[in-house]
């Protein structure tokens, strides 16, 4: 007997388009889910980029207009993977057409817009999902596991870092994401929301924030035609950056842990470096992207002559996800970071819960962001 469906229309197919579309297409194959998903409809302003990228990702079709994509009845789920600047018009549009709502993150380009959204998709009372892939990844999911389990005691400190060098080169050129109007901020929302996120996850919820955003390289080449790796081509006149090229910050969470968080874009040799550190009372996590299916885990109850940091290879079936995929010892990848989270919110969805992280996770990642801001046009500690 063959399942319901989920049938999503994707707005974006670039970079995170082709993520999200991986994940939709690969997501029945590796979980028994109770919904099939159906990929109808991508949406893309370019019609000949657009029809070419839904043929090679698999959709059924294409759309160049948004609005389409929201006002079809057969789509239930549509998801924003635009700029940041079409997020709020977009998502607002969808909820009050009754639809459920994923969007990639940082959710909003400002608070204001951010606060819309969440409230937009509460009124609706449909659900919601929120591309903080990271979570997901078997190594993170059991990273919390343990500390809800309490076996790091009392959270004394997280120290985030989410580091690359992608635009460290001066002749890169002003593609979107280095302009305000389009990305909302630099470094800052890109890459610390997503170690923001982490922290919320597994530590708490920030109390206070005092923190310092900066710009290296003030002006560069235009952008011509882009690529979907970050990437564009370069011309011979010139604009400005307005956006933060790093942001660091110090945190307090509510539950008196403190944080230190730091992301980059000139961090040059890190290419895609997210790396976190727990330290409790009883012992501390360490994890990074770049080496994403480990998890190293110092256990302070362990005998004295054998203390030290032991690497858990997180791909064991009974933790989390990687019982999904191969044997033992069979890594997975940054991929599978999107293929876990759509399946997560396909179960929720089905069952009558909201997915995790939601638009109300975004919402309160993009306080942290806005406090952050706040605090170095203040110069001062700011309550988040």
Known sequence: MSKPTLTVGLIGYQFMGKAHSNAYRQVNRFFD???QVRMKTLCGRNEAAVKAAADGLGWEGYETDWRRVVNDP??????VSTPGSSHCEIVCAAAAAGKIVFCEKPIGNTLEEAQRMRDAVKQSGRPSAVFHNYRKAPAVALAKKMIAEGRLGTLYHMRAVYLQDWIADPEFPLVWRLQKETAGSGAHGDINSHIIDLGRHLVGGFKEVCGTLHTFITKRPLAGAIDDKLGAQ?????????????????????????????????AVGRKNYNRFEINGSKGSLVFNLERMNELEYYNNDDPSETHGFRMIQATQADH??????????????YEHTFVNLVADAVSAIASGKDPSPNMEDGYQNQRVLDAVERSHAARTWLAV
């Open 74 to 79: 057969e789509i239930d789920v549509v998801d």
């Open 320 to 333: 989390p996800y990687a019982g999904h995929y191969w044997p033992v010892g069979h890594i997975i990848g």
């Open 33 to 35: 889910l109770p919904l």
């Open 234 to 266: 370069a011309s011979s006149e010139t604009g400005d950056v307005t956006v933060d090229d790093a942001a660091m910050f110090l945190a307090r969470f509510e539950n008196g842990a403190l944080g230190t968080f730091e992301a980059s874009r000139f």
